[in-house]
């Protein structure tokens, strides 16, 4: 079916501009830190928040209000598990992951890839993406909390101790 009515359209479109004025507000309310996909925790957030919006938009069962109280579930929920995850640690430890060394010096850490479940083909594309062409250039390829390959060049490398899984790194 390609249309049905215009007053489905004229739904769509005002409940749409309303449900995103809220949706905005709501964000603009609980800070930047909600939509900050620094890990799986937060990225799951943003795709329930934006199939939230969705169904408001196009689900005739869903009302406006629904809506945005699921909106505000999502986000006071977010919310609250990052300030816990500041203040306790075992909440931290619960929500979110730790980075991970695969490369260090130059060498692949072959057990850190079978942990993290990363192939060794796409640690090298992370190397060559940065446009560094030999890993004795790399002083490491750290796998981000947000599931992003980092790539630091020798001579950017800096403190070791920095470095996740690294010797001598702080724990």
Not at 26 to 51: C, E, H, P, Q
Not at 73 to 82: G, P, R
Not at 104 to 125: F, H, M, N, Q, W
Not at 141 to 161: H, K, P, Q, Y
């Amino acid at each position: 079916m390609i249309f049905d009515s215009w007053g489905g359209i004229i739904r769509v479109l005002a409940l749409g501009a309303c449900a995103y004025v809220a949706l905005v507000a709501a964000l603009r309310i609980s800070g930047k830190r909600t939509l900050a996909k620094m890990n799986a925790f937060d990225l799951v957030v943003t795709v329930a928040l934006g199939s939230t919006l969705a169904t408001v938009l196009l689900s005739k069962d869903v009302a406006l209000l629904e809506g945005i109280a699921g909106f505000l579930v999502l986000i006071v929920l977010q919310y609250a598990v990052a300030a816990l995850s500041v203040r306790f640690g075992v909440v931290e430890a619960i929500a979110k992951s730790e980075p991970a060394a695969l490369l260090i010096d130059g060498a692949i850490d072959e057990a850190a890839l079978r942990r993290e479940r990363v192939t060794r083909e796409e640690v090298l594309s992370a190397v060559r993406s940065s446009g560094i062409g030999d890993l004795s250039a790399v002083a490491a390829v750290v796998l981000e909390t947000d599931g992003t390959f980092s790539v630091i060049g020798r001579d950017r490398a800096g403190n070791r101790s920095a470095l996740p899984n690294a010797p001598g790194a702080a724990r």
